[in-house]
């Protein structure tokens, strides 16, 4: 008995680039989406499921030529054809979705049915077929690049995570730097409070500032970052109305409050000692 003969799937640097822009635009949207405050937070596990289908797809698709079957891999797909019932064996560019990553494809029809293939090494594929009895069409034409049945797809292969990981990267920046502790700096009149965003307060505008034990209630999130127990944006409070929360602990006394003529500003950090100095500090630089 033969050894069975493994040949991947050869893939087009189109098709790579095509569905790394789409899983971009997708990311990009949800990403956005939870800054703004239009999708919750746990919407990223979603926008997270597409890029790992693609990997998997990318690095699982592939076509087993046995003694007794074809059997093709794809991600989810694992379909084995006996090799009796194949009866035709034809070129194609079709672009229906399937189980290939190029579109200079193969289609296998078997049965009352077909799949649509994509093998890099076709004059190897249609030989292996032959060796085992299974009549290829004449019609079917090698490619002039089959004699390295290694080199495009492994090139290409490694093209994708070059794509597809800096998408991945540009949505854990998005939540790392809306997740960072606010800075709060007082120079020149102003007090700068920095996270993703900045938001400078002119000193003339602080009507008051104390160190809270409670807040109020957080009715819904307006625009913003609700995240693990943070919360860094704009929030409408009961009893308040429009609000700006820098909380590292949302559930945490104590907070600082600073009353301002256009809101008012709640901001804590991940321990009470934390909270405690910040507002010695700027009850200090505001009283100068």
Same mark, same amino acid.
């Given at each position: 008995?033969?050894? *069975?003969? /493994?040949f #991947?799937?050869?893939?087009?640097v &189109?098709?790579?680039?095509? $569905?790394?822009?789409?899983? =971009?635009?997708?990311v ?11 999708f919750?937070?746990w919407?990223s596990i979603?926008?997270?499921l ?15 030529v ?16 006996p090799?009796?019932?194949i009866?035709?064996?034809t *070129?194609? /560019?079709? #672009?229906l979705?399937?189980?290939? &990553?190029?579109?200079?494809? $193969?289609?296998?029809?078997? =049965? ?10 076709k004059?190897?594929?249609l030989?292996a077929?032959t ?22 797809s492994?090139g290409?292969s490694r093209?994708?995570?070059v ?10 920046y998005?939540f790392?730097?809306?997740a960072q502790a #606010? ?23 602080v ?8 807040m109020?209630?957080?009715?819904r ?8 127990g943070?919360?860094?944006g ?7 109305g ?9 559930r ?21 000692a934390d909270?405690?100095a910040?507002?010695?500090?700027m009850?200090r630089?505001?009283?100068?």
């Amino acid at each position: 008995m033969r050894e *069975p003969v /493994r040949f #991947p799937s050869k893939i087009d640097v &189109l098709v790579v680039v095509v $569905l790394s822009a789409t899983l =971009g635009v997708l990311v990009a949207v949800v990403a956005l989406g939870i800054r703004s405050g239009d999708f919750p937070a746990w919407i990223s596990i979603l926008g997270a499921l597409p890029i790992a289908a693609a990997l998997w797809i990318f690095a699982s698709t592939y076509y087993l030529v046995s003694d007794t079957e074809l059997l093709v891999r794809s991600g989810p797909v694992n379909r084995r054809i006996p090799l009796t019932e194949i009866s035709n064996v034809t *070129p194609t /560019r079709n #672009p229906l979705s399937s189980p290939a &990553l190029s579109l200079d494809r $193969l289609e296998i029809a078997y =049965g009352n049915s077909s799949v649509l293939i994509s093998p890099k090494d076709k004059d190897g594929f249609l030989r292996a077929l032959t060796e085992r009895g299974v009549l290829a069409g004449p019609d079917v034409a090698a490619d002039a690049d089959a004699a390295d049945p290694s080199s495009e797809s492994t090139g290409v292969s490694r093209l994708v995570p070059v794509l597809i990981v800096p998408v991945v990267l540009m949505m854990g920046y998005f939540f790392y730097t809306d997740a960072q502790a #606010p800075a709060v700096e007082i120079a020149y009149g102003q007090i700068h409070i920095k996270t993703a965003t900045q938001q400078d307060i002119p000193m003339t505008d602080v009507i008051g500032l104390t160190l809270e034990n409670t807040m109020p209630r957080v009715v819904r999130k307006y625009k913003g970052l609700d995240l693990l127990g943070i919360q860094h944006g704009r929030f409408v409070l009961e009893g308040v109305g429009n609000a700006r929360l820098y909380l590292q602990a949302k559930r945490q006394p104590p907070f600082v409050k600073l009353e301002t003529r256009s809101g008012v500003i709640y901001i804590n950090y991940a321990t009470p000692a934390d909270t405690g100095a910040l507002y010695e500090r700027m009850t200090r630089e505001i009283n100068k």
